[in-house]
């Protein structure tokens, strides 16, 4: 049984609701359509109401099966303005609330905030900062969690891999690194992998000599310190993490070089990069970013993404509300 098949069989019964704020795009309605057929999560989907309209008859969606909400004409809508408020502590007047909360992502975020829904998709059509900022000003990140990072799940048949951080932390020192070591074991987990988590680098076991180099390595020492449980270990080039026959050369007596299916990527440009080539050539279905770190889950969408992509995150993200 493959990642997504046990995930449905986990959120069936609860249905968790999932919330989608870029409703009017026709991937995301598409993937509500299927979500809503499903019968696995039940789907809300923001939008003006003449636009989801004509997206639905383009489509040939009947949208009166989909539960959809035009935030202009949301009745709790004073509800929404005054918590808003609250939650940003005299930073926020009145007017500015009622402004911003016609924002699909802030709208969205106070849904999931004020328990009307229970995690959130967007990015289709926005990019990532316009998705992870309410969330961190609104959700929070965890106790103890400094900053969030943006994982994603590599699906390709039976085979499951994590990589992060792909798209939310430019660059990382050692310590950020571990925390996203961190973050990631845990997530891997909650998807009922093993995670053998390899720290990339361009040299692996000091084969190169760099202030880069001495970021992972110490990364790995600190990792370790935070969760002396973990399965952690590099710097490893990538063909070390995860070929056994050329770990056993560059990487001899280490458990987890030629078998790591957690990879964090050193900075964003090589995680994005990295996660793209699999996805592209290698024929890996990307789920995410997923944001590792939040109070509540609210994941990010590539603006790239396929119809698909957008529903298999309503699936992984229902799943996240029942961990």
């Known amino acids: 049984m493959d990642l997504i098949k046990e995930l449905k069989e986990k959120i069936k019964e609860k249905k968790p609701v999932i ?37 639905a008859k383009d489509l040939g969606i009947d949208l009166s099966k989909i539960n959809y909400i035009d935030p202009n004409e949301y009745e709790d809508l004073d509800y929404l303005v005054e918590k808003l408020m609250e939650r940003r502590k005299g930073k926020l007047d009145e007017e500015k609330a009622r402004k911003l909360i016609l924002d699909p992502n802030y709208f969205g975020t106070m849904l999931v905030y004020t328990g009307k829904a229970e995690g959130m998709v967007s990015g289709a059509a926005h990019t990532t900062a316009e998705t992870v900022r309410p969330a961190l000003q609104i959700i929070k990140t965890k106790e103890g969690v400094k900053r969030t990072s943006g994982a994603f799940l590599m699906l390709r048949g039976e085979e499951v891999y994590l990589m992060a951080d792909c798209a939310i932390n430019i660059e990382l020192d050692s310590q950020g690194l571990a925390e996203v070591a961190v973050l990631s074991n845990e997530l891997a987990k909650q998807f009922k992998m093993d995670p053998k988590i390899a720290m990339l680098s361009f040299s692996t076991k000091g084969s190169a000599s760099h202030e880069l180099v001495d970021k992972v390595a110490n990364a790995v020492k600190l990792a370790h310190e935070m969760d002396p449980e973990m399965k952690v270990d590099g710097e490893f080039q990538f063909d070390a993490a995860f070929v056994p026959e050329v770990a ?35 024929g890996f279905r990307a789920i995410g970013p997923i944001l590792q770190g939040l109070n509540a889950p609210v994941n990010d969408l590539s603006r790239g993404c396929t119809s698909d992509e957008a529903y298999y995150l309503g699936i992984i993200t229902a799943a996240q509300t029942m961990i």
Not at 250 to 256: M, T, V, Y
Request: proline content about 7%; charged content about 25%.
């Open 248 to 282: 056993k050369i560059k990487a001899p007596g280490s458990e987890i070089a030629g078998h790591a299916n957690v990879f964090i990527f050193p900075s964003i440009d090589a995680g994005n990069i990295g996660y793209k080539l699999a996805q592209r050539f290698g």
């Open 19 to 55: 919330v989608y704020p870029e409703g009017e795009d026709p991937r995301i309605l598409a993937a509500a359509k299927k979500l809503q057929n499903d019968g696995y999560v039940r789907p809300i989907i923001l939008g003006k109401k003449s636009e989801l309209e004509a997206t």
